[in-house]
């Protein structure tokens, strides 16, 4: 049986080799300690799980906590005793919690909604495109993927224009901290005046009400209550921070493995209709959540051969789940054509109860962004071949996605 003291994974995880690609690690890892224990840059030792079975049996798994709560004393540890105010939703609780919470903004954040949002994603896709150059190159996560599903979910939101970058911003430090005490602060930080905004944007939307997603959030909860005040700001702060990272690191990779499969680029564009699997086909292969939110173990808990003591943190690792041979044929191959049936039993957006309520939105992003650019600039390329690609560096994978993706839209035919 493996022991906590084994440094594998944690080692390996933490270098710029894992970050460019994690796939060699993850394979030895499924073949020789599935279940990982490992200590993390934060301290508090945690179990990885890598095959695709036991990821999806943890994510249903009631003795797996998603309570933050519960281990109150390792979340202050890990995030600080800022992130508690923002973290009081549905992706950090368990039932009956969370029950309430994901009916409650599921009554409101509905697929009807979500699928009258196509005019105004297009409309959006559209604009930013008009701004970018096209004979030079552009970084397109700055000037395209990170600025439409912003805008997308402060449009649903209600978030006025205006305001958008300074979230933008303050998410992306959130999300970006390290584990140094400058590192904490500038969270702590950015955590608080995330906290101070919404609360204030929640109050002008009470006191002037729109046609937005807030709104009818305020409302319901006014009427019917469901929600403390503390939870409103939280599920606000969820949904924006949720609604818009992933999908425009999902954004990135997917335009990076276009063009750096051309076979499967040709494929899609001469069959229009295979865009849905094609992103599902990235979803599995090089989805933006690298590993699920953390869970910890509220009683001792086997697992394929190794005992997670109780009160471990757990990280169940999604990229290496979607990659396991013993789910999927040849899953090292990025095959848009491949069976939507198999594509589907990604695990990209999670699984069971905590299955990302955001899935559809950005489904959705995704397809009209990538049918948009690569309808209107069909020529569009690497700005730098040769240059490999660099993938954003954080203090524990989360997040899967690019540092910056320069290229040319419209490059000059000699």
């Known amino acids: 049986m493996t022991t906590v003291d084994d440094p594998v994974a944690a080692a390996e995880r933490c270098t710029p080799e894992f970050r460019r ?75 009956p919690k969370h029950t309430r919470l994901r009916k409650f903004v599921g009554s409101t954040f509905t697929p009807r909604r979500v699928a009258s ?6 409309e959006i896709v559209e604009t930013l495109l008009d701004g970018c150059a096209t004979r030079e190159p552009v970084d397109l996560l700055s ?18 224009p205006d305001e958008r970058s300074v979230l933008q911003g303050l998410s992306t430090t959130v999300a970006q901290t390290g584990f140094s005490k400058e590192s904490k602060q500038a969270q702590q930080k950015a955590e608080e005046d995330l ?29 019917n209550g469901g929600l403390t005040e503390q939870e409103l700001v939280s599920t606000a702060f969820l949904l924006m921070f949720a609604g818009h990272k992933t999908t425009a690191y999902l954004i990135g990779n997917a335009v990076h493995h276009r063009l750096t499969h051309p076979a499967q680029l040709h494929a899609v564009r001469e069959n229009p209709e295979l865009i849905g699997q094609a992103v599902e086909e990235l979803l599995r292969y090089d989805g933006s959540v690298e590993s699920a939110t ?4 509220t009683e001792d808990v086997q697992i394929a051969g190794t005992l997670i003591p109780k009160g471990s943190l ?6 290496s789940a979607n990659r396991d041979p013993r789910k999927f044929d040849a899953p090292d191959e990025f095959d848009v054509t491949r069976s939507a049936n198999v594509q589907s039993a990604h695990l990209g957006f999670g699984y069971g109860i905590h299955y ?7 489904r959705l992003e995704t397809q009209l962004a990538l049918t948009g650019l690569f309808s209107r600039f069909p020529k569009v390329a690497s700005a730098d071949p040769a240059r490999e690609a660099p993938w954003m560096e954080v203090p524990f994978p989360a997040f899967r996605g690019l ?12």
């Open 21 to 95: 690609n994690p796939h060699p690690v993850y394979a030895n890892l499924r073949d020789t300690a599935p279940v990982c224990p490992m200590r993390p840059p934060h301290g508090i030792d945690t179990y990885l799980i890598t095959r695709y079975q036991d990821a999806r049996a943890a994510l249903t798994d009631p003795r797996l906590s998603k309570d933050m709560y519960g281990a109150m004393d390792a979340y202050r540890r890990i995030f600080g005793d800022s992130s508690v105010a923002l973290d009081d939703h549905m992706l950090n609780s368990d039932p």
């Open 117 to 122: 949002l196509r005019p105004q994603i297009q």
């Open 143 to 160: 000037a395209f993927a990170f600025p439409l599903p912003i805008n997308v979910i402060c449009e649903l939101l209600g978030v006025p």
């Open 195 to 223: 906290h101070t905004y919404f609360a204030d944007l929640l109050a002008r939307k009470r006191s002037r009400p729109g046609e937005d997603l807030l709104s009818a959030l305020i409302a319901a909860r006014d009427e």
């Open 294 to 297: 953390f869970r910890f173990a």
């Open 314 to 319: 757990v990280q169940i690792a999604l990229s």
């Open 356 to 362: 990302c309520l955001g899935a559809p939105l950005a």
């Open 403 to 414: 540092a910056e993706l320069p290229v040319v839209l419209d490059p000059a035919v000699p």
